[in-house]
């Protein structure tokens, strides 16, 4: 399992107990330690993988993240005032490097956010997107094509 995600892990559960101080420690060592922000509140599926280390991710406490999803470096997942709320990724979404997700909005299950888009509407299920602000450009068949280090890396259990 990845540092990354073990510690987020051990926060959302220090969270979820009501050890909100304890959480925050824990954040404060993935702030420090990763120059990230992913906190115990956002809820993260099993298998998700952070590349690099997750180095530069920001994740808003509100997130949701499902199993099976990649997220490239210097990921935003934001929210967008005054709307309440803030991103979901369903199940086996990728974000590539330096995209933005903002707002109160869903990927659809088996997307791909391209590297540097900016999202600020929900995208549908197997959609390749991509632009700023993003479009879903096309259907894409298989995620898998898309998933970094195919078959390698490190996943959280």
């Known amino acids: 399992m990845q540092a990354v995600a073990a510690l987020q892990r051990l ?4 969270h979820l107990a009501g050890l909100r101080p304890l959480s925050r420690i824990v954040d404060g060592i ?7 922000s992913i906190p115990g509140r956002a809820s993260i599926g099993t298998g998700v993988m952070f590349h ?3 180095i530069g991710v920001v994740i808003n406490g509100a997130s949701v993240i499902e199993d099976g999803c990649e997220i490239g470096v210097h990921v935003v997942l934001g929210g967008r005032t005054p709307l309440p709320g803030a ?6 979404v990728i974000v590539h490097a330096g995209a933005k997700i903002i707002g109160p909005i ?3 299950a088996g ?7 900016v999202v600020i509407e929900d995208m549908p299920p197997n959609s390749l997107i991509a632009g700023i602000p993003a ?6 068949a298989d995620v ?4 970094h280090n195919p078959g390698e890396g490190v996943v959280a259990p």
């Open 52 to 54: 690099h280390s997750g």
């Open 30 to 36: 993935v702030r420090v330690g990763f120059a990230a």
């Open 135 to 140: 479009v879903a450009k096309r259907n894409i």
């Open 111 to 117: 997307s791909v956010v391209a590297a540097n888009a």
């Open 144 to 147: 898998d094509a898309y998933r």
């Open 87 to 92: 991103p979901h990724l369903e199940r086996d």
């Open 11 to 14: 926060s959302r559960r220090f």
């Open 106 to 108: 869903t990927i659809g």
